[in-house]
């Protein structure tokens, strides 16, 4: 079975693909389906997110299609950045802005508990669809550490490892990531 990744995040699909490899035929992004869209995330959760671009993508390519909408929520925040993890100092996708803006946010602050949060929809053309959540939690660092990962992984402190989501090996984080996790939920409903 064919399944199409509604995302072309290079470093979503490398996790994706080696959580998600032996159970589907081919796995492609959206780049490599030849798909050129881009899904309006105005839901007022993860789960909206995840839900209206899967469906989206499905509709679209008649294939089987697996989206996500990730983020870190900071307890000190009030939850924030929450869905606006991507584009939290305001430039979508500028990791380091993001970073350090959370980092200024948090000057000072004692209570640094965090979780990230990943919500997983996949959607077959027929409307069939399958959601899960999973989480991860942690706290927020002083300071950025580790060079694995992308996002918010520098600066996500993992007490009980004592390292950053950045200082484990790809597959030691794979096995314990919110992404990991809601995609066990998910395949547990299959």
């Not at 064919?2 to 959580?19: D, F």
């Not at 380091?96 to 929809?121: I, P, S, V, W, Y």
């Not at 950025?144 to 996500?156: R, T, V």
């Not at 996790?181 to 998910?186: F, G």
Request: net charge negative; proline share 2%.
């Amino acid at each position: 079975m064919k399944l199409i990744i509604a995302s072309n995040n290079a470093h979503k699909l490398v996790e994706i693909r080696q959580i998600l490899g032996p159970r589907f035929e081919q796995i492609l992004s959206l780049r490599e389906a030849n798909i050129e869209h881009e899904t309006v995330e105005d839901g007022k959760t993860f789960m909206e997110n995840a839900l209206k671009k899967a469906r989206e993508i499905a509709a679209l390519s008649g294939c089987c299609a697996l989206a996500d909408d990730s983020g870190l929520c900071v307890d000190a925040l009030g939850g924030a950045p929450g869905i606006y993890s991507a584009r939290y100092a305001g430039e979508h996708g500028n990791d380091a802005a993001n970073r350090q803006k959370l980092l200024r946010e948090l000057a000072g602050e004692e209570d640094r508990g965090a979780h990230f949060t990943c919500a997983m929809a996949l959607v077959w053309p027929d409307g069939r669809e399958v959601c899960a959540e999973g989480y991860v939690f942690g706290r927020i660092a002083l300071a950025e550490a580790g060079e694995n990962g992308f996002g918010y992984d520098s600066l996500f402190y993992l007490p009980e490892r004592g390292c950053t989501m950045a200082q484990l090996e790809a597959g030691e984080k794979n096995a314990i990531s919110h992404r990991f996790n809601a995609l066990q939920k998910l395949l547990k409903q299959l």
